[in-house]
Protein backbone atom coordinates (compact mmCIF):
# COMPACT_ATOMS: atom_id res chain seq x y z
CA UNK A 1 0.00 0.00 0.00
CA UNK A 2 0.70 3.71 -0.24
CA UNK A 3 0.33 5.96 1.94
CA UNK A 4 -0.32 9.67 0.42
CA UNK A 5 -0.46 13.10 2.10
CA UNK A 6 -1.71 15.95 0.42
CA UNK A 7 -0.85 19.20 1.44
CA UNK A 8 -1.09 22.79 -0.20
CA UNK A 9 -4.58 23.59 0.14
CA UNK A 10 -5.95 27.03 1.65
CA UNK A 11 -8.12 30.01 0.64
CA UNK A 12 -8.01 32.29 -2.41
CA UNK A 13 -9.05 34.63 -4.79
CA UNK A 14 -11.08 34.15 -8.15
CA UNK A 15 -7.90 34.46 -10.73
CA UNK A 16 -5.18 33.14 -8.31
CA UNK A 17 -2.85 30.01 -7.94
CA UNK A 18 -2.14 27.46 -6.42
CA UNK A 19 -0.01 24.44 -5.55
CA UNK A 20 -0.94 20.87 -4.22
CA UNK A 21 1.45 18.51 -3.22
CA UNK A 22 1.08 14.82 -2.45
CA UNK A 23 3.92 13.03 -0.72
CA UNK A 24 3.94 8.95 -1.09
CA UNK A 25 5.65 6.82 1.38
CA UNK A 26 5.57 2.70 1.52
CA UNK A 27 5.82 1.65 -2.17
CA UNK A 28 7.54 2.27 -5.17
CA UNK A 29 5.49 4.46 -7.10
CA UNK A 30 7.20 5.18 -10.43
CA UNK A 31 5.25 3.20 -12.46
CA UNK A 32 1.98 3.53 -10.46
CA UNK A 33 -0.93 5.82 -11.84
CA UNK A 34 -1.19 9.05 -9.75
CA UNK A 35 -4.68 10.93 -9.87
CA UNK A 36 -5.98 13.92 -8.28
CA UNK A 37 -9.77 14.27 -7.74
CA UNK A 38 -12.53 16.57 -6.32
CA UNK A 39 -15.10 16.58 -4.18
CA UNK A 40 -17.35 19.88 -3.57
CA UNK A 41 -19.86 19.68 -0.93
CA UNK A 42 -22.94 17.64 -1.99
CA UNK A 43 -21.38 16.47 -5.28
CA UNK A 44 -19.59 13.07 -6.17
CA UNK A 45 -16.19 12.98 -6.27
CA UNK A 46 -14.63 14.00 -9.94
CA UNK A 47 -11.68 13.37 -11.50
CA UNK A 48 -9.41 16.53 -12.03
CA UNK A 49 -6.14 15.07 -13.56
CA UNK A 50 -4.00 11.75 -13.55
CA UNK A 51 -0.82 11.12 -15.04
CA UNK A 52 0.15 7.21 -16.25
CA UNK A 53 3.71 5.98 -17.09
CA UNK A 54 4.41 4.82 -20.19
CA UNK A 55 7.66 3.60 -20.50
CA UNK A 56 11.75 4.51 -19.45
CA UNK A 57 10.62 8.33 -17.94
CA UNK A 58 7.53 9.01 -19.93
CA UNK A 59 4.37 9.77 -18.84
CA UNK A 60 1.11 10.42 -20.10
CA UNK A 61 -0.87 13.56 -18.90
CA UNK A 62 -4.68 13.46 -18.76
CA UNK A 63 -7.15 16.27 -17.68
CA UNK A 64 -10.63 16.74 -16.74
CA UNK A 65 -12.13 19.31 -19.76
CA UNK A 66 -13.31 21.94 -16.72
CA UNK A 67 -9.35 22.44 -15.55
CA UNK A 68 -7.13 21.66 -19.40
CA UNK A 69 -5.32 24.75 -19.70
CA UNK A 70 -5.62 26.02 -16.22
CA UNK A 71 -4.38 22.95 -14.20
CA UNK A 72 -0.88 21.06 -14.33
CA UNK A 73 0.14 18.02 -12.99
CA UNK A 74 3.86 16.94 -12.70
CA UNK A 75 5.75 14.07 -10.53
CA UNK A 76 9.51 13.76 -9.17
CA UNK A 77 10.12 10.42 -8.67
CA UNK A 78 12.93 11.04 -7.06
CA UNK A 79 10.57 12.77 -4.43
CA UNK A 80 8.06 10.60 -4.41
CA UNK A 81 5.54 13.39 -5.23
CA UNK A 82 3.17 14.66 -7.54
CA UNK A 83 2.41 17.85 -7.97
CA UNK A 84 -1.01 19.94 -9.19
CA UNK A 85 -0.56 23.58 -9.81
CA UNK A 86 -3.65 25.63 -10.35
CA UNK A 87 -4.33 28.75 -11.81
CA UNK A 88 -6.77 30.98 -12.77
CA UNK A 89 -8.97 29.45 -10.48
CA UNK A 90 -12.62 29.76 -9.84
CA UNK A 91 -15.17 30.06 -7.37
CA UNK A 92 -16.40 26.30 -9.11
CA UNK A 93 -12.92 24.87 -8.21
CA UNK A 94 -13.71 24.88 -4.73
CA UNK A 95 -13.94 21.75 -3.27
CA UNK A 96 -11.27 19.03 -1.36
CA UNK A 97 -9.15 17.59 -3.56
CA UNK A 98 -7.54 13.99 -3.16
CA UNK A 99 -4.20 12.50 -4.35
CA UNK A 100 -4.66 9.14 -5.01
CA UNK A 101 -2.71 5.92 -6.23
CA UNK A 102 -3.03 3.00 -9.12
CA UNK A 103 -1.46 0.38 -9.25
CA UNK A 104 -2.63 -1.80 -11.92
CA UNK A 105 -4.71 -1.23 -15.29
CA UNK A 106 -4.95 1.64 -16.95
CA UNK A 107 -8.32 3.84 -16.23
CA UNK A 108 -7.36 7.03 -15.20
CA UNK A 109 -10.77 8.50 -14.56
CA UNK A 110 -12.63 6.21 -12.25
CA UNK A 111 -12.61 6.38 -8.47
CA UNK A 112 -12.70 3.30 -7.90
CA UNK A 113 -9.65 2.12 -9.94
CA UNK A 114 -7.33 3.80 -7.41
CA UNK A 115 -6.19 1.56 -4.81
CA UNK A 116 -4.75 4.60 -2.07
CA UNK A 117 -6.28 7.72 -1.35
CA UNK A 118 -4.91 11.09 0.54
CA UNK A 119 -7.31 12.29 2.94
CA UNK A 120 -7.64 15.76 1.09
CA UNK A 121 -6.75 19.31 1.27
CA UNK A 122 -9.33 21.83 1.20
CA UNK A 123 -9.41 24.46 -1.56
CA UNK A 124 -11.56 27.38 -1.51
CA UNK A 125 -12.27 30.17 -3.97
CA UNK A 126 -13.92 33.00 -3.11
CA UNK A 127 -15.39 35.67 -5.74
Known amino acids: QVQLVESGGGLVQAGGSLKLSCAAS????????MGWFRQAPGKEREFVTA???????????YYADSVKGRFTTSRDNAKNTVYLQMNSLKPEDTAVYYC?????????????????WGQGTQVTVSS
Open 51 to 61: TRWSSGTTYYA
Open 100 to 116: AAAYSGSDVYTTSEYDS
Open 26 to 33: GRTFTRNR
